[in-house]
């Protein structure tokens, strides 16, 4: 016990400083918005620093695992082109797609608290902009939120303040998807009318009313479905494992700038 209070009085004038520095910073943080956002992308990136070495690291030692996910991906992105190659629609032939796609790797994935936050190896630099969409080899993961040169935070689809327009795949009858902050395999569609017929293990994806995501990508499937006398809710169990997400692609959308101008 004496060589801890030597130690203290040894140091006291240090941790006085870093007591007040600490006191300073979150005055910062609550009392202004730019401080905020500059201490926010200040974590963004030394998150990414720590966890990039240790990221890497295990993913050494899962290279088998990481292989075997590339393939599957493959797979899917080659049966989503030929799924797209054999669509009639004439203004989706000539003109193709808006989206572009940007790779990264997730270094950091969050799913044990209700506002869950993922951080990606590729920011400002690579490209990557404020609420881009993100998707993973097997459907949406979520939204940008901020960037740094080198690093990017996502609020995942486990966070509870995002909202996705989505859409039943068989009625195409559009909602509003969102996680209640339960388990990480299941998220809730709201705000579909009762007159269209769901059924259990039917297909829910992207509606493509937002400049986030495009149509149809796959979401999940319906395991669960309530009515209110005028719409269903509607528990869907997600396509993505949302406790292992890997490889990631960001979408680039190059009509945002002008979808968002017609909001305004």
């Known amino acids: 016990m004496q060589w801890l209070l030597s130690f203290i009085l040894r140091y006291k004038n240090l941790f006085l400083y870093f007591f007040f520095v600490t006191i300073i910073l979150s005055f910062s943080y609550y009392q202004s918005e730019y401080h905020k956002s500059k201490i926010f992308k200040a974590s963004i990136f030394l998150t990414g620093k720590a966890s990039e070495p240790l990221k890497n690291l295990t993913s050494y030692f899962r290279l088998k695992k990481v292989n075997k996910e590339l393939k599957e991906e493959n797979l899917y992105l080659k049966s989503l082109l030929i799924d797209k190659n054999q669509k009639s629609n004439t203004e989706d032939k000539y003109n193709g797609s808006p989206f572009s796609l940007i ?38 993961v979520g939204i940008v939120n901020q960037t740094t040169k080198k690093f990017s935070s996502v609020l995942s689809i486990l966070h509870k303040d995002i909202k996705i327009n989505a859409k039943h795949k068989k009625s195409n009858a559009f909602g509003s998807l969102f996680w209640e902050g339960n388990v990480p395999y299941e998220v809730t569609l709201s705000d579909i009318s009762i007159i269209n017929k769901i059924d259990i293990g039917d297909t829910i994806v992207t509606g493509g009313m937002s400049a986030y995501f495009p149509e149809g990508i796959p979401i999940g499937k319906v395991i669960e479905v309530k009515n209110d006398g005028r719409y269903y809710s509607i528990n869907v169990k997600l396509i993505n494992n949302m406790t292992n997400v890997d490889n990631v692609y960001f979408l680039k959308n190059k009509n945002k700038l002008e979808i968002e101008s017609l909001y305004k």
Not at 103 to 115: A, E, H, L
């Open 103 to 140: 790779p990264g790797y997730v270094i950091k994935n969050d799913v044990s608290s209700s506002r869950n936050i993922i951080i990606i190896n590729k920011g400002s630099s690579d490209m990557v902009e404020e609420e881009m969409g993100v998707i993973g080899s097997k459907g949406i």
